[in-house]
T-cell receptor, first 113, second 112 residues
Framework: DADVTQTPRNRITKTGKRIMLECSQT?????MYWYRQDPGLGLRLIYY???????NKGEISDGYSVSRQAQAKFSLSLESAIPNQTALYFC????????????FGQGTRLTVV | GDSVTQMEGPVTLSEEAFLTINCTYT??????LFWYVQYPGEGLQLLLK?????DKGSNKGFEATYRKETTSFHLEKGSVQVSDSAVYFC???????????FGKGTSLLVTP
């Protein structure tokens, strides 16, 4: 089984709809992240969480919200999807310390029409 | 603020050619540095890392040396293979230490 699992892998939704992307991890790490990948822009941080009670905004949090339901689960919501939120979304988890690597899910390709 | 800059792609090389992908960073202090690789249709996976100045990270024939004088972490491989075709991301710890800042990615295509 993968260390980080994202569902769904692909999703097409209409403008104005609410959508949730889910992420679960089996690494036992406290830190979890949501990134967005766009061509030519690389990965940009949306939200991150250090534990169930600690949620922090990243550089592009507008239009998104998150929920940390448990240590292993971190979901990303788009309350009212818009076309420029069409992107590839990645969840990641990381152990303690600054030298640790991040483990990524396989991504969710979201298209807003 | 802290950031990572890497060379623009796409890079196209013939098999067995030498590869260099440049990466520089701006940060307070000396952040840990990473190279990640993304194969088509997959998530990012760690390729190598270096945690302090002059460290050399290496894996699968790839190498990168942490150069604090030039704030650089260039990725090199002496002889690329078709299977190395992927997108490569340079990353550095943010100043806060909590997250990773990524470069924009460099697409590499290796032709037979």
């Amino acid at each position: 089984d993968a260390d980080v699992t994202q569902t769904p892998r692909n999703r097409i939704t209409k403008t104005g709809k609410r959508i949730m992307l889910e992420c679960s991890q089996t690494k036992g790490h406290d830190r979890m992240y949501w990134y967005r990948q766009d061509p030519g822009l690389g990965l940009r941080l949306i939200y991150y969480s250090f534990d169930v009670k600690d949620i922090n905004k990243g550089e592009i949090s507008d239009g998104y919200s998150v929920s940390r339901q448990a240590q292993a689960k971190f979901s990303l919501s788009l309350e009212s999807a818009i076309p420029n939120q069409t992107a590839l979304y990645f969840c990641a988890t990381r152990g303690q310390g600054q030298n640790t690597e991040a483990f990524f899910g396989q991504g969710t390709r979201l298209t807003v029409v | 603020g802290d950031s990572v800059t890497q060379m623009e792609g796409p890079v196209t090389l013939s098999e067995e050619a030498f590869l260099t992908i440049n990466c520089t960073y701006t940060a307070t202090g000396y952040p840990s540095l990473f190279w990640y690789v993304q194969y088509p249709g997959e998530g990012l996976q760690l390729l190598l890392k270096a945690t302090k100045a002059d460290d050399k990270g290496s894996n699968k024939g790839f190498e990168a040396t942490y150069r604090k004088e030039t704030t650089s972490f260039h990725l090199e491989k002496g002889s690329v293979q078709v299977s190395d075709s992927a997108v490569y991301f340079c990353a550095a710890n943010s100043n806060s230490g909590y997250a990773l800042n990524f470069g924009k990615g460099t697409s590499l295509l290796v032709t037979p």
